[in-house]
């Protein structure tokens, strides 16, 4: 493995510890309602905020929250397709662009509101700016934000005792996009521009080639849409070929910011949640077994992606190698050689789903591992907010797990874990997986579904598990070559997002709730230790055990047998 790219892994690496602890303090004081530095300029528009739009700063029950929501993300949903149904009619459209068809219209809806960004469509030829801007960019805020809100409320149970109060769901969407979303946003944007990044409203440049061919140059609000499709893992990118075109991602800093951006706030909430706890042992415990796995997860997609590729020494008719027989077809090459695989186990640990190359022609035991980064829940750091409550929910798992070895029953934070938590805990922790399974069994019956798919038998298969995984754990990336803009594929995706998303919200909530009306039971002697090495160490385990045993028989139909099918020189 070159010096180089060994180096680039370890620089990313620091960055991420440097970074996520001083985020994760920041947020604690925006989140716990105290003063921080943006707050003299910030506190007077959230107090008119909540004047003009008539909310109080009073405790929500699980009920109320859960409704609060889902009653939000639902309007947004309305808003955001009836904003993709009459863009025709609309301003900032200098393509004169067309309303999709509806079933496209309505997937694309359900995937911002759902902080997944599934994109069948090609965006610079479907959507118009006025629709990437007021409809795209701004669930890309909100749905982030009420990822943060829930995790927030799974913490408050956890700390409170004897109430009802998880916050206000108001409150924690307004803090989130006022204090932490937006300016950061605003700052990464210009960082963007400064590195090329187009932020105007002028119509596609036309122009003629040296060869004498026309090629139709897209141009828009990309800066301001780059930044927060990473900062909220949101994924949904300004152009098709999404961080891998050059307007997106330019250069080698613009790379590394987006995937700093993309893993600043999961990593940082682990922080934010030691510090609600008084405890700040307890988020550390959780951070360095999550960076480990990740680190590992990365080691193996690089390996994976700057070894000779098998099926050329075979003699096959390989056509994504370079002079070295490593694969390079469809992977970033304008940086250093670490970028594409760091960038993909990035966006795959984190519910984000933005690409710097496309992950169909990675190897495929790299697709093996951005596939079971998905399917562990994308809780390896996850989404903004949803990675933190998952995290959670496995700590959950384990402690029951170790309590019932131990004859004890199980509690964690002081809180007794009783029958009907670890049922909640369970079913919140599952659903997204059995979603992604239960899908990609229906795509195999169905007939015609399979038409959308690309390559080998197991390749193929690889490619609907992979669209089943991603729009489940509200990821948005995919292999491509696979065709998603069919009225099935359409129709069960946006299915598949929308209940993969919110079931699993209103079970933590509820699970939220049952915490907080508990008291604390004092330490004793019997009590598990969850914030030490051998808590971080059984966490990991459970982790990985779950995923493995869910998902190894699917993997191995998929990108197993594709691996396999390399050594024999078919693929």
């Known amino acids: 493995m070159d010096i180089k790219v060994i180096a680039e892994v370890l620089f990313f690496l620091v960055l991420v510890l440097l970074v996520a602890k001083p985020m994760g303090n920041f947020m ?314 760091i960038f993909s186990v990035v966006t795959t640990v984190t519910s984000c789903g933005a690409v710097n190359n496309m992950h169909d022609s990675n190897m495929p035991m790299t697709g093996f591992i951005e596939l079971f980064d998905m399917q562990l829940g994308e809780l390896i750091f996850g989404g903004v907010g949803s990675g933190m409550y998952t995290l959670l929910l496995f700590a959950l798992i384990t402690v029951f797990l170790a309590g019932l070895m131990i004859g004890r029953t199980p509690e964690y934070l002081g809180k007794k874990i009783g029958p009907t938590e670890i049922k909640l805990t369970a079913a919140a922790s599952l659903f997204s997986g059995i979603m992604m399974l239960v899908v990609s069994a229906i795509a195999v019956y169905v007939p015609g579904a399979a038409a959308s798919t690309m390559g080998s038998v197991p390749h193929g298969f690889s490619q609907m598990l992979y669209a089943a995984t991603s729009t489940a754990g509200n990821n948005g990336s995919a292999f491509a070559g696979f065709n998603a803009n069919t009225g099935f594929w359409n129709l069960i995706l946006g299915l598949n997002m929308f209940v993969a998303r919110f079931v699993p919200m209103i079970l933590v909530l509820m699970l939220a709730g049952r915490f907080a009306a508990k008291n604390v039971t004092p330490v004793s002697v019997g009590t598990l230790p969850t914030n030490d090495a051998l808590f971080a160490f059984m966490l990991v385990m459970v982790i990985l055990l779950v995923g493995g045993l869910t998902f190894l028989p699917a993997l191995s139909m998929g990108p197993i047998a594709d691996h396999m099918a390399l050594f024999s020189g078919i693929r």
């Open 28 to 341: 604690y004081l925006v989140f716990d309602g105290k003063r921080n530095f943006l707050s003299p300029v910030m506190e007077p528009v959230e107090k008119f905020i909540y004047k003009v739009s008539g909310v109080k700063d009073s405790g929500q029950g699980w009920a109320e929250y859960a409704l609060s929501v889902i009653a939000f993300n639902i309007l947004g949903l309305i808003v955001l397709f009836a904003i993709m149904m009459f863009q025709q009619f609309l301003p900032l459209n200098p393509q004169g662009l067309k309303a999709p068809e509806w079933r496209l219209a309505l997937n694309t809806a359900i995937s911002f509101v759902t902080n997944t960004n599934w994109q069948a469509y090609t965006p610079e030829s479907t959507v118009s700016y006025f629709t990437q801007m007021v409809g795209l960019a701004v669930q890309n805020f909100v749905s982030a934000a009420s990822g943060i809100a829930v995790s927030l409320a799974l913490i408050r149970g956890l700390v409170r005792k004897q109430t009802r109060d998880l916050g206000n769901f108001w409150v924690d969407l307004t803090r989130s996009c006022l204090y932490v979303l937006l300016p950061i946003a605003i700052i990464s944007a210009l960082f963007l521009v400064w590195q090329g990044v187009p932020q105007n409203f002028s119509g596609y440049t036309h122009a003629v080639t040296v060869e004498g061919a026309k090629q139709v140059i897209g141009q828009g609000t990309v800066a301001s849409q780059e930044a927060i499709k990473e900062l909220g893992t949101n994924g949904g990118g300004f152009f098709n070929a999404n961080s891998a075109h050059p307007y997106e991602n330019p250069t080698p800093l613009s790379n590394i910011l987006e995937m700093l951006l993309i893993i600043l706030i999961p990593a940082g909430l682990i922080f934010t949640f030691g510090k609600f706890v008084h405890d700040i042992k307890q988020g550390r415990a959780l951070f360095y077994a999550v960076f480990i796995t990740f680190a590992i997860f990365i080691a193996g997609a690089v390996y994976y992606e700057t070894a000779p590729n098998p099926a050329f020494a075979k003699g096959a008719a390989v056509t994504n190698i370079s002079a070295k027989d490593i694969p390079s077809e469809g992977k970033e090459t304008r940086f250093f050689g670490g970028a594409s695989p």
